[in-house]
């Protein structure tokens, strides 16, 4: 019998690190294949599976099914150096890539320039900084903008890879040496002999896989609020972590993205700098933070804590027309006795509307809480909705009444057992 066509997109709808690999995990087990479609080692997803922990920053977390196909779609930005060094991480954890991984050749490339010009310019801004991972992501993608960028396919073409590269410099007003550029060329040689064999036209599989039939997860990377369009702009990142984002990165009609599921924290989260209305400095931050283990995956940062905003949570979920939501975490709210969720902002007497467009000034704006009570009961081993506590359920009705949209899974603790499915 044939199968029918689908593709589900598993998107980050607030500042990243809302358990999307975990979600992702989850879901993949009925997955042919998963993608990743914009970002690069900026990312941090990690999985836990029977007691043993994988991250993956640029891989697609699919790589742990040991049938799954992966992809890295044209809308990332690849460290070569960086990427084979992940690759051989996992393959010591017993990860078989062997005919699973497939690069975009059109993915573009972050050279060790970029990682320079990623740092330098964090420290020119001084307390003006964004906060970045330092992986030389808003650089490469800023090149990849500006046309001088080099892309994956490029390394084949030695002499075209020359000049292209000397031209980067160039544009940068830096002049290497005849020796440095030597010696970059062969370290990206080098790289270029490990990956070659990975790297094709994914765009023209992608189509292909998805009309024969086969299930396609879009794995999202950063969150909405991450966006460089619609996120907390300067405060983003420099990719469209956002729905659209799908189809421009991994060359897939938009009319093919049959299902959209939008993964929130049961809290909220943020590393790096900007706006973040809800933001907690108590003890029940604190307490978040370490029961939570809400450390950077990427660069070991402590992660900022607040309440649930719902207000930034019904604009993402808007803004990429979701179908349903994953909630996770929410485990580390147990023994909390009160919960806020946020519910309006208010500048003055006024309550805005619905997220701001503008920069918000946090000087001026107060949020609107709707104060719920707590549980106590350990819900780690819960797997149906039934089973948690009446307040946990009137807290998780409280956001899908205030997204308008269904809750189709909570995650209960880090494991891929911990998850509760809705319908
Ligand atoms: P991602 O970037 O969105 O994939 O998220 P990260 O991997 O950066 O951060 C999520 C963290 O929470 C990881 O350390 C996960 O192992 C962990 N985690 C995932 N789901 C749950 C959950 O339901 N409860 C708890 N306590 N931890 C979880
Ligand atoms: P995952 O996929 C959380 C944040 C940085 C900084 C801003 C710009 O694990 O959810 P960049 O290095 O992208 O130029 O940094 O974006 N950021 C993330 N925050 N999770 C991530 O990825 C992030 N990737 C970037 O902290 O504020
Ligand atoms: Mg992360």
Redesign the pocket.
Known sequence: MEREMSSLTVL?CM????A?AKVVDFLGASADVVVRFQ?GA????TIVSEGKKYVFHSVPSGMLYPTTRCVIAQGTVIDPFGLREEMQGLMAQGIDFSGRLFIDSRAGLVLPLHKEL?SSKEEQLGKNR??????G??PAYADQSARCGLRMGDLAHPDWLRKRLLSLYDLHGQNPDAAALDKELAALASAWEFLRGYVTEVDILLREWYLQGDSILFE????TL?DVGFGTYP????SHTMCGGVSTGAGFPPRWLDKVIGVYKAYGT?????PFPTEIFDVTAERIRVVGNEF????G?PRRIGWFDAVAAKYTADLNGLDGLAITLLDVLSGIPELKICTGYWQGDTRLPHYPSHHLDLESTQPEYLTLPGWEADIGAVNKLGKLPKAAREYLEAIQDLLERPIELVSVGKERSQTIVIN
């Open positions: 980050g500042w990243g690190d809302e999307k970002g900026n990312a941090g997803h990623d964004i906060g970045t991972t330092g992986k992501i808003g999202g990377a950063q969150g991450l405060f983003v990142t420099s943020r590393v790096g700098e900007g950077g995956t990427t660069t940062r």
